[in-house]
């Protein structure tokens, strides 16, 4: 019997996730604007057989005080669904995933973009779905507060069923294209969505051709319940956030069982959690650039890092005292039940929990490459992943050394691939092409 096989993707924002990596030694400072350097990392993403380029995306500067945002290298990065399209003109295979929000959005224009790569890239687009928690993202959108958590996800939920109706607007014959008689398609083939709903009404149809997918592929992050229930209900992909092993055998679980009650195939579902990589020559070297890389967060990074994942200020908190009890706020709340987990479970002061969070906090793998081939396998075979949402250390070295070094050490394992299985993302994932809703095959 075959060994199970890893997925898999990038977390790009469009590059690295942590804070001092713009800083480290040999990285590229302007990395996240710089489409030559942007161009080069998909590229070798691609020669790594990697399943998806992931840009997630912010509707706002991060919001945290001067001192802080003076440091961050992500002030500044290209719109998603405009950089997509140019990485799809210099790559063949690997997918192409977009954070689009449900909430400062309209389901027409989202459903629109989204068919408009799929069809550019040959197949090969992702919508990752999220519901935006930061606060100044409103202000940008002529709102003077965030929607409540709760109505973000009833309206995240029917968004997505627009979309994927609009998705449906076509039969995939409906463009017959006849010089002789004239006829461009068949009206008997063309859906009116004609959509009411609590928040939205959308008649259509969508004037793109139905995506070469069927749908681009469905993507998802966040752990709270509403979250699960989403994603149970809708993902075919889900980034999670899950810093233990058991913890990932428990989320695993948890969607899987969801999924199953709802009818729906527990394979069609791959759950990814992010994992941030650090790679050295020995295991000291690998805990070396570890801390190089996080000696580089300043404290006013640190602690305006920890005050947007509380949703809670926290730079009047004693650095050296323990962190206080945490009112709940409107921001995520799987963010910040996961950093008050992570305090409580190695009894971190705020300062070393701001250097934490400044760099990056969650689930991590440090260590030779070999080593660090077996934690993935590790994690595969316990089922409590079925792949990783893989963040570099820095860029160009850290992608390049996982390329060179882990994806060979996986390979000899037989738990990742050689070639593409495929050319579009859906092939490359193992996922099922959408039957069309209106127009069943």
Not at 231 to 236: D, Q, V
Not at 296 to 301: K, P
Request: hydrophobic share 40%; aromatic share 10%.
């Amino acid at each position: 019997m075959a060994a199970r096989q890893l997925h898999l993707g990038a977390f790009m924002r469009p590059t690295t996730i942590h804070t001092g990596a713009w800083r480290y030694p040999g990285a590229f400072p302007d990395a996240n604007f710089n489409f030559a350097h942007l161009k080069r990392f998909a590229q070798t993403l691609e020669r790594g057989k990697f399943d998806a380029f992931f840009m997630a995306d912010h509707l706002a500067l991060l919001n945290m005080p001067m001192e802080a945002l003076k440091r961050s290298h992500t002030v500044t990065s290209f719109d998603p669904l405009t950089l997509l399209p140019a990485l799809a003109a210099v790559t063949e295979r690997i997918g192409l995933i977009a954070t689009a929000s449900t909430t400062f959005n309209d389901p027409y224009h989202i459903a629109r973009k989204f068919a408009s790569l799929d069809h550019l890239s040959g197949g090969r687009a992702g919508w990752n779905i999220v519901t935006t928690s930061n606060p100044d993202a409103a202000l940008n959108f002529g709102q003077t507060e965030q929607m409540e958590h709760g109505e973000r996800y009833r309206r995240g939920r029917e968004f997505f069923d627009v979309v994927t109706g609009l998705w449906d607007s076509w039969a995939d014959d409906a463009f017959t294209r006849d010089v002789e008689s004239g006829l461009f398609f068949d009206p008997a083939k063309l859906h009116v969505l004609d959509h009411k709903g609590e928040f939205f009404q959308v008649r259509g149809p969508l004037n793109v051709a139905r995506p070469v997918q069927g749908w681009p592929v469905i993507v998802q992050a966040g752990a709270s319940e509403a979250g699960r229930q989403l994603a149970a209900e809708t993902a075919e992909v889900i980034f999670a956030a899950t810093p233990t092993l058991e913890d990932g055998r428990s989320f695993y679980r948890d969607v899987k069982t969801r999924m199953a009650a709802l009818g729906r195939d527990p394979s069609h579902l791959k759950i990814l959690p992010g994992c941030f990589v650090v790679i050295g020559e020995t295991e000291e070297d690998a805990r070396a650039r570890r801390a190089k890389l996080d000696s580089l967060v300043y404290y006013e990074s640190g602690v305006a890092s920890l005050s947007i994942a509380l949703g809670h200020d926290a730079s009047g908190f004693d650095p050296d005292g323990p962190l206080p009890e945490i009112p709940p706020s409107n921001a995520s709340k799987s963010s910040r039940e996961r950093v008050i987990a992570l305090a409580e479970r190695e009894k971190l002061t705020v300062r070393q929990l701001a250097q934490r969070l400044g760099g990056y906090p969650g689930s991590a793998m440090v260590g030779t490459a070999e080593s660090i081939a077996d934690q993935m396998q590790q994690w595969l075979e316990a089922e409590a992943c079925d792949g990783f949402n893989i963040m570099f250390s820095h860029v160009p070295d850290g992608l390049d050394d996982f390329v060179e070094k882990v994806v060979p050490a996986l390979q000899r394992r037989g738990i990742f691939r050689r070639e593409y299985e495929g050319t579009t993302l859906r092939e490359n994932l193992g996922l099922p092409r959408p039957a069309n809703r209106f127009f069943p095959a």
